[in-house]
């Protein structure tokens, strides 16, 4: 069985807890940990695990909403972290990988086995130095994950078909994030080719997946101020033909509960 539950989600951390289980044990995993080592614990009790039952952690990108509490949580839980050679670098330049942890270097070229989880990750167009996303899969059913880029491709677009379950970033609503608050030069950085998905771009990139096999579909990474949870689950909802409430919402404070596939 393959089960997977949010503890944070948007930029002001994100991280999402996933498990493998089989009839004699479970692998669990972080897929990255973008919060405090005490905050990371006291979600994760909210879900009904504790730091010492994850096996490792897999890094999607550098951005601190993303890895600011990786090494932090994985030296306190001797787990490995996994993330690619560029991602490896750009923590190193900001003095962020602790020695003693153990690193595992992974590529959009080659899947991983962390016990009973494969894990393939897949290359992304973002601003950062190596950013992947990840495919966990417990041997028959397979849960993507996609936030953080600025626009869909082809190669995302065959990685993600034929998944059970995507957790997929709706950030903004794009009169929203034009009329907002930001400045001229983070609006266009957000709604450019290596930022992020607004609603209408995740409408469009779930309408031309494959997606007979779909049985959960989150929207994640919303921003607060140009996005509101409504309008992420209705550009979804077009997008699959189904009614605004069959598709769940990851939020900041309290990400999402246990999904099973
Ligand atoms: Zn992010
Ligand atoms: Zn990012």
Redesign the pocket.
Do not use: F
């Given at each position: 069985m393959l089960r997977f539950a949010s503890l944070a989600s948007g930029s002001g951390g994100n991280c999402l807890v996933a498990e493998a289980r089989d009839a004699a044990s479970g692998t669990r995993v972080l897929v990255d940990c973008g919060l405090n080592l005490t905050e990371t614990e006291r979600r994760l009790a909210r879900v009904g695990l504790q730091g010492s039952d994850i096996s490792a952690i897999l890094v999607?990108?550098e951005?601190g909403?993303?890895a600011g509490g990786v090494f932090d949580f994985a030296a306190a839980h001797g787990i490995a972290v996994y993330l690619t050679y560029g991602t490896r670098a750009a923590l190193e330049a900001e003095g962020k990988v602790l020695d003693g942890v153990k690193v595992c270097l992974v590529s959009g070229k080659e899947p991983a086995a962390i016990g009973a989880l494969e894990v393939r990750p897949y290359t992304v167009p973002?601003?950062?130095r190596e950013?992947v996303q990840y495919i966990l899969s417990d041997g028959s059913a397979r849960l993507g994950v996609l936030?953080?880029i600025g626009c869909s491709t082809p190669h995302v677009e065959q990685a993600l078909s034929g998944l059970d379950a995507l957790v997929l970033e709706c950030n903004y609503e794009l009169d929203l994030l034009w009329a907002g608050p930001y400045p001229k030069w983070l609006k266009s950085r957000i709604a450019g080719p290596f930022g992020?998905l607004d609603n209408r771009q995740s409408e469009g990139l779930l309408g031309r997946v494959e997606r007979s096999r779909l049985k959960h579909v989150v929207g994640a990474h919303l921003s607060r101020h140009n996005n509101t949870p409504a309008l992420a689950r209705a550009a979804l909802a077009r997008a699959l033909g189904c009614s605004d409430d069959w598709i769940g919402i990851a939020s900041q404070e309290d990400g999402f509960d246990w999904r099973s596939c």
């Open positions: 999607t990108h951005h909403d993303h973002h601003d950062a950013p936030t953080d992020h």
